[in-house]
C-alpha cells in the first residue's frame, strides 16, 4: 500500500481498500408489540366455521323494580306493580332496596304482587318507586303440589372471522444478492409482515366492527369481527369528560360484579389512563432519606371486585378503559388458519407470496366485563 501522508480515520471513503463498516442489526422502532394478545395467550382450539357461534346461559332473575308511583312511601299498600311480575311467585319473601321489612307475596296477577307486609314482625317502610325488590328466595307449603316449571333459554352468540393478509415480494436478483444484516430477503420480509398483521389483529379485537349488512361476507363484502368495545354492551360507563379516579374504577367494577359472576381480572388502557392509574398512589408514597429511585408504577390493582392486571395496550382509545374477564376471552384462528406464508405462482424472475391468517373473537357474556369511556386523556 503505498504512503499517502493521510491517517486511516481520516481518509475515509477515498481509500479502496477499506471496507464498508455496516452493523449486522437492523434498527426497527415501529410499535409492533400486542400486549393484549400476549396476556390472553394462544387458545385451546379453533374456530370451525367463517361464523362463530357458542352459547351463554344465565339463572332466573331473583329482582326487579318497583313500578309504582301511586303507591309511593306507603307503608301500608298490599297490592301494587313491578315491572316484571314474572320474577316472582306466591310463597316468595321479598325485600325493597336496603329496607329492613321483609314481605311475603300471597299472589301475582301479571306485573301487580300482593303482599303481606311487614312479614316476620318486621317493621313495614315506604315503598320506594323505582326500587330494586329482591326476592330473598321461596317457602313451599309442606305437602303441596309442585308449581309450574321455570327455565331459561340458552342464548346463542356468535361472530366473523375476519382475513389478515399481506403481500410481499422479492425479485431474483435481490434474493440472490448479499445483504448486510440479512441473511434471507424473503424470510426478512415474511417476519416484517407478520409483525404488522399481528399488530392490525389486536387493533381488530378491541376495534373491530362487522358489517351491518350481510355480515358473514360475501364477493363484495369484506367479513370483519366485532371487537370487546362493541361487544360490552351492559357494564358501559361514561365519565363525562373527567379524570379518571379510583372511585369510577371501582364503581364499574362493582356494577360487573352485580351483574354477574365474572372475576375481573385485567385492565386494559393506553398510556393516557396508565398514567391515571399510577397517580392512585402518589399522595400516600413515602421515601427514605436514601432513596434515589422515584418509583410510579401499578402493575396490579387490587379491589375488593377483583385483582387485576393493569396491561398497557397502545391500541385502546386514549379517553377509554377496558375492563375483562380474561377467562371468557379467547382469540381463536380458523381451523388451519393460523397466520402462515402462502407462496405465489411466479410470474416473473421474482418470489411471490403471502402471510394469511383467519381470526376471531370470542367474548363470552360480555356482562361479565366492562368499559369506562370518555375518560380526560391530557
Same mark, same amino acid.
Given at each position: 500500500?503505498?504512503?499517502?501522508?493521510?491517517?486511516?480515520?481520516?481518509?475515509?471513503?477515498?481509500?479502496?481498500?477499506?471496507?464498508?463498516?455496516?452493523?449486522? +442489526?437492523?434498527?426497527?422502532?415501529?410499535?409492533?408489540?400486542?400486549?393484549?394478545?400476549?396476556?390472553?395467550?394462544?387458545?385451546?382450539?379453533?374456530?370451525?366455521?367463517?361464523?362463530?357461534?357458542?352459547?351463554?346461559? &344465565?339463572?332466573?332473575?331473583?329482582?326487579?323494580?318497583?313500578?309504582?308511583?301511586?303507591?309511593?312511601?306507603? &307503608?301500608?299498600?298490599?297490592?301494587?306493580? %313491578?315491572?316484571?311480575?314474572?320474577?316472582?311467585?306466591?310463597?316468595?319473601?321479598?325485600? +325493597?332496596?336496603?329496607?329492613?321489612?321483609?314481605?311475603? !307475596?300471597?299472589?301475582?296477577?301479571?306485573?301487580?304482587? &300482593?303482599?303481606?307486609?311487614?312479614?316476620?314482625?318486621?317493621?313495614?317502610?315506604?315503598?320506594? $318507586?323505582?326500587?330494586?325488590?329482591?326476592?330473598? /328466595?321461596?317457602?313451599?307449603?309442606? #305437602?303441596?303440589? *309442585?308449581?309450574?316449571?321455570?327455565?331459561?333459554?340458552?342464548?346463542?352468540?356468535?361472530?366473523?372471522?375476519? +382475513?389478515?393478509?399481506?403481500?410481499?415480494?422479492?425479485?431474483?436478483?435481490?434474493?440472490?444478492?448479499?445483504?448486510? *444484516?440479512?441473511?434471507?430477503?424473503?424470510?426478512?420480509?415474511?417476519?416484517?409482515?407478520?409483525?404488522?398483521? =399481528?399488530? $392490525? =389483529?389486536?387493533?381488530?379485537?378491541?376495534?373491530?366492527?362487522?358489517?351491518?349488512?350481510?355480515?358473514? /361476507?360475501?364477493?363484495?363484502?369484506?367479513?370483519?369481527?366485532?371487537?370487546?368495545?362493541?361487544?360490552?354492551?351492559?357494564?358501559?360507563?361514561?365519565? /363525562?369528560?373527567?379524570?379518571?379516579?379510583?372511585?369510577? =374504577?371501582?364503581?364499574?367494577?362493582?356494577? +360487573?360484579?352485580?351483574?354477574?359472576?365474572? *372475576? %375481573?381480572?385485567?385492565?386494559?388502557?393506553?398510556?393516557?389512563?396508565?398514567?391515571?392509574?399510577?397517580?392512585?398512589?402518589?399522595?400516600?408514597?413515602?421515601?427514605?432519606?436514601?432513596?434515589?429511585?422515584?418509583?410510579?408504577?401499578?402493575?396490579?390493582?387490587?379491589?375488593?371486585?377483583?385483582?387485576?392486571?393493569?396491561?398497557?395496550?397502545?391500541?385502546?382509545?386514549?379517553?377509554?378503559?377496558?375492563?375483562?374477564?380474561?377467562?371468557? !376471552?379467547?382469540?381463536?384462528?380458523?381451523? #388451519?388458519?393460523?397466520?402462515?406464508?402462502?407462496?405465489?405462482?411466479?410470474?416473473? $424472475?421474482?418470489?411471490?407470496?403471502?402471510?394469511?391468517?383467519?381470526?376471531? =373473537?370470542?367474548?363470552?357474556?360480555?356482562? *361479565?366485563?366492562? !368499559?369506562?369511556?370518555?375518560?380526560?386523556?391530557?
Amino acid at each position: 500500500m503505498p504512503f499517502t501522508g493521510k491517517a486511516t480515520y481520516s481518509a475515509g471513503a477515498t481509500l479502496p481498500e477499506l471496507v464498508e463498516d455496516v452493523g449486522d +442489526i437492523v434498527g426497527i422502532v415501529s410499535p409492533y408489540e400486542t400486549a393484549l394478545l400476549d396476556h390472553l395467550g394462544d387458545p385451546q382450539r379453533t374456530a370451525t366455521s367463517t361464523v362463530h357461534e357458542w352459547l351463554e346461559d &344465565t339463572l332466573l332473575p331473583n329482582h326487579t323494580t318497583v313500578n309504582d308511583a301511586l303507591n309511593a312511601g306507603s &307503608t301500608s299498600a298490599t297490592t301494587f306493580t %313491578v315491572t316484571d311480575g314474572s320474577v316472582f311467585r306466591s310463597g316468595d319473601l321479598v325485600q +325493597i332496596n336496603s329496607a329492613r321489612e321483609v314481605m311475603l !307475596v300471597t299472589g301475582v296477577s301479571s306485573n301487580d304482587l &300482593t303482599v303481606v307486609r311487614g312479614y316476620g314482625s318486621t317493621t313495614p317502610a315506604g315503598l320506594t $318507586d323505582g326500587g330494586t325488590i329482591r326476592s330473598l /328466595g321461596n317457602a313451599a307449603l309442606e #305437602g303441596q303440589d *309442585a308449581d309450574a316449571a321455570r327455565f331459561t333459554n340458552r342464548a346463542r352468540r356468535q361472530n366473523y372471522t375476519q +382475513i389478515f393478509s399481506a403481500t410481499l415480494e422479492v425479485s431474483g436478483s435481490q434474493q440472490a444478492a448479499a445483504q448486510h *444484516a440479512v441473511a434471507d430477503e424473503l424470510d426478512y420480509q415474511k417476519q416484517e409482515r407478520l409483525r404488522e398483521l =399481528l399488530r $392490525d =389483529l389486536e387493533n381488530c379485537v378491541i376495534n373491530g366492527v362487522a358489517p351491518t349488512a350481510d355480515p358473514q /361476507g360475501n364477493a363484495t363484502t369484506r367479513r370483519t369481527m366485532k371487537g370487546v368495545l362493541n361487544s360490552i354492551t351492559t357494564n358501559v360507563a361514561d365519565a /363525562g369528560t373527567t379524570a379518571l379516579t379510583e372511585s369510577m =374504577l371501582n364503581g364499574v367494577m362493582r356494577d +360487573i360484579w352485580e351483574t354477574s359472576s365474572g *372475576a %375481573v381480572d385485567t385492565i386494559v388502557v393506553n398510556g393516557a389512563q396508565k398514567r391515571a392509574i399510577n397517580q392512585f398512589i402518589a399522595s400516600s408514597r413515602g421515601y427514605d432519606a436514601g432513596d434515589t429511585r422515584y418509583r410510579e408504577l401499578v402493575s396490579v390493582y387490587e379491589s375488593d371486585f377483583g385483582v387485576c392486571r393493569v396491561v398497557l395496550c397502545r391500541s385502546v382509545p386514549a379517553d377509554t378503559l377496558i375492563l375483562l374477564d380474561s377467562s371468557r !376471552v379467547d382469540v381463536l384462528p380458523l381451523n #388451519g388458519r393460523s397466520f402462515a406464508y402462502q407462496p405465489l405462482a411466479a410470474t416473473g $424472475d421474482r418470489v411471490t407470496g403471502q402471510v394469511v391468517g383467519e381470526y376471531t =373473537l370470542e367474548l363470552r357474556n360480555e356482562n *361479565a366485563h366492562g !368499559v369506562l369511556n370518555n375518560l380526560t386523556s391530557a
